[in-house]
């Protein structure tokens, strides 16, 4: 399983994009980057998933570079409502290998 | 219509006890999962079941026993209740294969408290 580090805590003003980083540096040939949202009190939400380049969709975007040692989440134009703990996993989807959490990023909107 | 749904939200029981928390999901998934997330807030899979087979077993307690009587449904047991017990369980499920097991859908989780 490849070990992922994210900071622990960022903050942002409405309306702003926000980008968190993930490095993966033992990231393997078959493994997928899948990005985690968690609101207080609920479950995790599915936000994204990509192997390389660059991913979109309604919510976010999620940018790999070449070497796929790390990726950033990018969320335009937040709002308060954005505030959550944003999860990045690494690990390959088309076995049977579990999906592991780390502590997350905590990301605060200020108005 | 309630994707992943768990019964009950709140479970407050004392130590020694025997409980169950209940899953379901609509979505026609063939995997479901039971989550545990203790008060620092690190998610950690406790099983993985798929087609009514246990693929993951991370190294849980026999305390706790999933059962599954079909596959829209993983329930969780709890044998003997202890303080170490209490946290959030999440249920999930996701699709069987296709790169999807890595998008799943999370319950909305079950906060256990013993006394």
């Known amino acids: 399983l490849a070990k992922t580090t994210q900071p622990i805590s960022m903050d942002s003003y409405e309306g702003q994009e926000v980008n968190i980083t993930c490095s993966h540096n033992?990231?393997?040939?078959?493994?997928?980057i899948t990005w985690y949202q968690q609101f207080p009190s609920q479950g995790p939400r599915f936000i994204i998933q990509g192997y390389k380049t660059k991913v979109t969709n309604e919510v976010a975007s999620l940018f790999i570079p070449a070497d796929r040692k790390s990726s950033t989440l990018s969320l335009p134009r937040v709002s308060l409502s954005d505030t959550a703990v944003y999860y990045c996993?690494?690990?390959?989807?088309?076995?049977?290998?579990?999906?592991?959490f780390g502590t997350g990023t905590r990301l605060t909107i200020i108005p | 219509d309630t994707a992943v749904s768990q019964t009950p939200k709140y479970l407050v029981t004392q130590m020694g006890n025997d409980k169950s928390i209940k899953c379901e999901q609509n979505l026609g998934h063939d995997t479901m999962y039971w989550y545990k997330q203790d008060s620092k807030k690190f998610l950690k899979i406790m099983f993985s079941y798929n087609n009514k087979e246990l693929i993951i077993n991370e190294t849980v307690p026999n305390r706790f026993s999933p059962k599954s009587p079909d596959k829209a449904h993983l329930n969780l047991h709890i044998n003997s209740l202890e303080l170490g017990d209490s946290a959030v369980y999440f249920c999930?499920?996701?699709?069987?294969?296709?790169?999807?097991?890595?998008?799943?859908?999370f319950g909305p989780g079950t906060r256990l408290t013993v006394t």
């Open positions: 033992n990231i393997a040939t078959n493994d997928y």
């Open positions: 996993l690494v690990g390959d989807p088309f076995g049977n290998e579990k999906l592991t």
């Open positions: 999930a499920s996701s699709p069987l294969g296709g790169g999807h097991s890595y998008e799943q859908y």
